[in-house]
Structures are given as C-alpha cells and as structure tokens.
C-alpha cells in the first residue's frame, strides 16, 4: 500500500468582533481550544471590543460530533496522524486570513496580539514562528510550547515579541508534575516569558483576562 495526498481547496470559517478601519489601533487573533467553536469562544473577549480594538477568532479545519448524544459539534486543530500536514494547513491558512484582514490597513500603526487557549495555543506558537508576521504579544492560556518551537532557529524570533503563560492552580489538564517538567523545559532554552497563575481551572477567566491585558 502506497500513501498518496492531493491538495485540494477548503473553506475556513472565522468570526469577528468589530471592524477594522482607519480608527483600528489593536488587532487580537485568538485561538480556540480542542473541541470548541469561535463564535462560541470569541464572546469571552467581547469586552475587549472598541471603536479602536477588533478581535478575530480563527476556527480549526477539522469539526466533528461530541457528547454521547451527538448533538454538539467542536473543532480540532490537528492529531497525531498527518501532524506535519495539519501544521502546514494551519499555517498557510492563517496567512491567508491575516492577509485578507490587515491588507486595507497600515500595520506599523497597529499593535497584533496573539492569544492560544489549550490546543490553540501551540498552532498559535507555530504560526507565528514560521511565519513573517510581526506581533507585540502571545499569550499562551492552559497551554503548551511545543517543542518543535524551542528551536536554536527560533531564538531570536521569541525576542521579537512578549510572551505571557497563562495558567490556572486548578488546571484540570495540567499537573504540578507537567508545570514542572515544562518551566525545565522553558528554562534551559533561556526562554523569556512571564507568568500568571489565577486560582481557577481550564477555562478563560474575564478578571484575568483584563489583569493580563493590563500588562502587556
């Protein structure tokens, strides 16, 4: 048996808060995580939209059926099987939607923030670590950095922008085992990041979410 592929166009959806215009001072793309949909996930960030701010909540290529009664659907931004594929699709996808959505606008006048909750949050990493965008700030919610990421290539990128970890104390995902294994991991690369640790669990939290805001 032979594997073959064949590329083929898509239609990807996402949803958006405000519009983008002369006034447009700040441009948020935030990332959902496994099993969820944007027009549910970009509401938790309907505060942060203004005359001058406007949010953009890119959905993952892949929707399927959850719960027992098959009665929901979420959306996944890859598995293991094809990963590489998937992160190439993720990629030149997002390209795409940052391309179309920024090319009436003079970005040096702009401010790009990056927010990835739980799977979102390593597509995230990889989109902007391969690609030419320039961002202010990635914050990573309940999330990963994937190792592929932490690569001697990749220094100087982390340098070009803030990065914030996000956590909660009562992370049902996330061990104390696995917070420590990672702050390792991110402190041997010498990566610079800052921390916010709220006393909740896995989910986005508005009081948080503002205190994060507040610091970038």
Known sequence: ???????????????????????????????????MLSQYFIKKFKNLENNQTVIISPEALSRFYIGKNYDRVG???????????????????LNSLFELTTKNINLNSINIHVLGFSQGGATACRWI???????????????DIPIDCLSENNRGKWNQFKTT??????????????????????NSYKLNYDLIEYDG???????VLIDYIQKI
């Open 201 to 207: 669990t896995h989910k986005i939290i508005e009081e």
């Open 165 to 186: 970890l996000i956590v909660g104390k009562k992370d049902e995902f996330i061990s104390e085992e696995n917070k420590k294994k990672f702050a390792k991991l991110l």
């Open 75 to 93: 959306a996944s931004w890859m598995t293991k099987e094809d990963k590489l594929d998937d992160i190439d699709d993720n990629i030149a996808y």
């Open 129 to 143: 670590l391969n690609s030419n965008i320039k961002i202010n700030s990635l914050g990573l919610w309940g999330a």
């Open 1 to 35: 048996m032979e594997k073959k592929n064949i590329s083929i166009s898509k239609k990807a959806r996402y949803f958006q808060l405000g519009k983008i215009s002369e006034q447009t001072k700040t441009i948020w793309f935030v990332f959902h995580g496994y099993g």
